[in-house]
């Protein structure tokens, strides 16, 4: 037998033995192909499974997938019973085309200690990861402004050498400006780190005045730029870390108020869909808006997509944002055109009634 013909062989024994279920989704999100213990796990037959939508499966996911995991899912089965399921999805290359690897695994079968262990080692592995992105990209930021201290500390040596009060000038602005920009930098790093490292506190919050909440710490900006706010929400409790959902919000609405159009007020409409166990939250804006592509990519952080003469800041508050997100296992995703606005969505669980 060839060497590939093994190769194959070996990729086939493990997606159709391995105790978690495997499903193989196109960038639609559409399902290729699923493994026996998928199929077992949603109750469906190969050929019934095969070109199902995985929000039939997963109704809180929704192309693009991306590489992320999340604890707690809702998942469906066939016969329309719901249970939870931790899932992490892979982007992997198959014959020149992007698709997704999605494993599941179901915590309904888990005892109480093992489903605690797995998700606070997947919680640790994400951790790990976000800081280690962080850290790489703040050092690379940190650079420029170390750069800039030492040639213009080196002019200002000249400079004073020759007597000459407006370089010398010049150079002790350049090198606070850029002094203060590390700083800055230093300090988002920081923040984030305590972000992704604190323990969480999570408490029962009435959805309503944990946002009336975030607005109140924004009220003076509110009020300087005249930004009008719509609520329309559900009467639900959440359960989150009351720290973290309000810095989560407060992030995204000073966002909003922004990348607001020159001249004109910030609009923001807040809006809550809920089904029976879970609540999509939608903060909309319509401010400048940005290209769909970089829907994925304003996640990360220190990322910026405009001017940092216009707007200015480190790019790390809505990499905070996800951060917060995926440590209580929510899904964090927007929507954007140029010119129209953004919109921010997160779908997170409704905590039941005496819970």
């Keep these: 037998m060839s060497e590939a013909a093994t190769a194959d062989d070996w ?29 077992g796990m949603f109750g469906f037959v190969e050929a019934e499974i095969v070109g199902q939508p995985l929000s ?74 976000r800081l280690a992105r962080f850290a790489f990209v703040a050092s690379q930021d940190l650079q420029e402004p170390l750069r800039k201290i030492a040639l213009f500390g080196d002019l200002m040596e000249e400079a004073i050498s020759r007597g000459n009060d407006a370089e010398i000038v010049l150079a002790n602005t350049v090198m606070r400006s850029s002094a203060l920009r590390a700083r800055a930098l230093v300090n988002d790093l920081l923040s984030f780190s305590r972000i992704v490292n604190d323990e969480l506190e999570l408490a029962a919050l009435d959805l309503r005045e944990a946002i009336e909440l975030s607005l109140a710490a924004l009220s003076s900006t509110i009020a300087e730029t005249r930004t009008q706010v719509k609520i329309d929400l559900p009467v639900v409790a959440i359960e989150a870390d009351a720290t973290q959902f309000q810095r989560l919000l407060q992030n995204i609405l000073a966002n909003a108020i922004k990348y607001r159009k020159p001249d004109r007020p910030a609009m923001i409409d807040i809006k809550g869909f809920r089904d029976e166990t879970s609540l999509c939250l ?74």
């Excluded at 329309?80 to 695994?105: H, K, M, N, P, Y």
Aim: hydrophobic share 45%.
């Design 282 to 355: 939608a903060i909309a804006d319509e401010g400048i808006g940005f290209e769909a592509q970089y829907a994925q990519k304003i996640f990360e952080p220190l990322k910026q997509l405009h001017s940092k003469v216009d707007y200015p800041g480190s790019g790390v508050g809505l990499a905070i944002c996800k951060a917060i997100a995926d440590r209580h296992g929510w899904r964090l995703t927007v929507e954007a055109q140029p010119g129209v606005g953004a919109t921010f969505f997160i779908v997170l669980p409704i905590r039941e009634a005496g819970a």
């Design 11 to 39: 990729r086939r024994l493990v997606f159709d033995e391995t105790v978690a279920g495997l499903l193989l989704i196109d960038r639609l999100g559409q399902i290729l192909g699923a493994n026996a213990r998928a199929r």
């Design 56 to 129: 039939r499966l997963l109704p809180e996911v929704s192309p693009p997938l991306g590489a992320a995991a999340a604890f707690g899912l809702r998942a469906v089965r066939r016969d329309g019973a719901q249970f939870r399921v931790e899932a992490r999805f892979t982007s992997i290359e198959r014959d020149g085309e992007s698709i997704t690897l999605a494993t599941i695994l179901d915590l309904s079968e888990m005892r109480p200690d093992e489903a605690e262990l797995f998700a606070r080692a997947d919680e640790l592995e994400r951790v790990n990861e």
